[in-house]
């Protein structure tokens, strides 16, 4: 009896366990082995048969996308000369490579460079065919296959299952693997434990022989494990986020959904929040990572997670449905504190911000305070040249322009009217107060790329350009604001108090629900409406939101339908967000509270104190009332880990044995 088993993985791989120190040490010395072929280029047992003698009793084992064989229970390459040969799928088909297959059953291969011709001889059979040719001939009658061989690796593929029929084998699938015998015997004869230890030697060989020949990465590995598993167990699981990790924008797109599974299933570990995708694993944990494959295979893991929770609608979807009849240029910009991440749509895009840009004004001025070069209490005294540029009166919206020359006001004042009321005398006199040059400084500082404030209020210098922004950089001026970025906690609270008290809550606020609270800024001018926040919800972080219309040929638009566009498209991104209350607080396993504030400052996540973590050192920021921690500290300076988790709830992990 001749039988072959061949995995049918598709691109995708698995391992197993041995968790066990006795195990290890075992595992330990294989690998010594191993290194010893491999060095050596020995194959373990190749077999190869170059006449007609009857072959009994072979079994051979293969798995797609692996260069390993298995004959009568003994792992080789199938080309000792090239570790890049190994079975494939193409189209739906398996090829393999022809001398391997058709040697160990006692067949004679011949190629003739000449004729481009293959020629597999044996058992009262000639069969030849050439690659690139769907015709193949045996024993001189011509039949088509539906895929063609082909040369890959320097090497002739030939389709499995047309020429183990040519050759009297019968084959049979199971999950994915391929079981080709002379005999009556199934795929389904063998029994799971069976399987399963197949099945793990394979993924087993192929991760230690790559190991061998370079470092593997912590994402390579990820998708490869990953994948074995989804395999075996015939699962599909939805891309969605299981873990928040910090460097998130590290990891490959295409490994970003394998990450996230491999530390769900405990394959991966995570050292404070961050999934290193780059790092190179050490052999020690590349062992672990078999050794938790192998007891996956044995004992099924949870991986229902089609109907597991609500999946939410992508805001950018929500977004577009609200906008995607609409003929005006339409600009948002969210950034949610609680993950640290933007959506945008032609957020990047600049235009003029009209009295949006007053938000840059207070943030540089409040700098400048905080560094001793100007006072909140110091008095200016309004002069007749700032209600004017040279013979232009500085109009609009504001009620200095209407004072008496004279009249004395704070700089606190000052600000105040600029936000509160969109003062346009009071924006001006803040810009002399600085100047351009402070301004420019300020946005190249802090990461505003796509603004720049050229001009006060009603000057019509052509020999400067207009100002501009992009709603991205309109909603960085908030959160520089609200995570205390640019300034300390007390300028910032009451930067934010002049926002609340802003007088036109017509747009952002217009169908906020009542338990929200707005912060906001508006601007806009005959071409153009747009409004700029903080939206504080009760249970949980805060959003920072931008939203401007403008009229797709820069001619004066509707306000009233503008402003009630800006109002549904708010409540919509509103509602998206309101959805979900803060994490859990998990330390060492133990659920501390139900929900615990949790941010992103400069991409970094902090957590509210706990009096749980008090007395540990950490960096902290003092947000309002609140005393936001660094996880990054605490797990630094501390010796612990943190994990960021999603999934089956949201939820902040961390773990050291010494926190009582």
Known sequence: MVSFIIYNIDNKNYGLSGSK??????????????????????????????????????????MVNNPF????????????????????????????????????????VEWNAAKYTATISGYDKTIRLKPGSYEIKVNGSQMMLDVMPEIIQNRVYVPLRVICEIIDKKVS????????????????????????QIYFSFVREKIIGERNIKPITKYEAATYFVNHILEYYNKSIPNMDLYFFPDYRDIPESSHYHCHLSVYLNLLKVEKGNFEPFRTLSDYEIEEALSRFEELLKNQPDLD?????DMKKDLLSSINDVIKNETDIVRVSVYDFA??????????????????????????????????????SSVYTLKQSDKYIRSTKVAGTGNLQYQANGTKYTYEDILSRMISLSDNVASNIIFDALGRERLDAFCEMYGLKDTRIYKKFYDGDKNFPSNYSTADDLTRMLVLLENRLSVEDNLSILGIEYMKETVNKDRIALYAPEDVVIANKVGFISR?????????????????????????????????????????????????????????????????????????????????EHSMLEGYLTEYKIIGKEKYISLDSLAKDNNCTYLLKEYPQKAVCITNSTIP
């Open 21 to 62: 120190a006795m195990r290890r040490v075992v595992g330990i010395i294989f690998i010594i082995i191993i290194n010893i072929c491999f060095t050596s280029n020995f194959s373990l047992a190749k077999l190869s048969f170059n006449n007609e003698e009857a072959v009994k009793g072979i079994s051979a084992l293969f």
């Open 69 to 108: 064989a298995c004959v009568d229970g003994d792992f080789c390459l199938l080309d000792s000369e090239n570790a890049q040969v190994e079975p494939i799928v193409v189209s739906g088909r398996t090829l393999i490579p022809v001398r391997f297959l058709a040697e160990n059953f006692g067949f004679k």
């Open 173 to 196: 699938y199971k999950s994915g693997v391929i079981l080709v015998t002379d005999s009556d015997k199934s795929i389904e004869d063998y029994s799971d434990k069976e399987f399963a």
């Open 305 to 309: 997670f089609v109907n597991a929770k």
């Open 339 to 376: 993950t640290g991440t933007t959506v945008s749509y032609n957020g990047q895009e600049r235009f003029y911000p009209a009295s949006l840009s007053k938000i840059v004004n207070l943030l540089c001025f409040f700098e400048e305070v905080q560094k001793g070069n100007f006072s909140l």
């Open 528 to 608: 153009l409406s747009g409004d700029m926040a903080l939206v504080y919800f009760p249970d949980r972080e805060p959003i920072a939101l931008t939203i401007v219309v403008e009229d797709d040929n820069l001619k004066a638009i509707n306000q009233e339908k503008a402003n009630e566009l800006i109002g549904t498209l708010s409540r919509e991104i509103i509602d998206y967000f309101r959805k979900e209350n803060g994490p859990s607080l998990y330390i060492d396993g133990n659920l501390i509270q139900d929900r615990i504030g949790l941010r992103f400052i400069n991409g970094r996540p902090y957590i509210k």
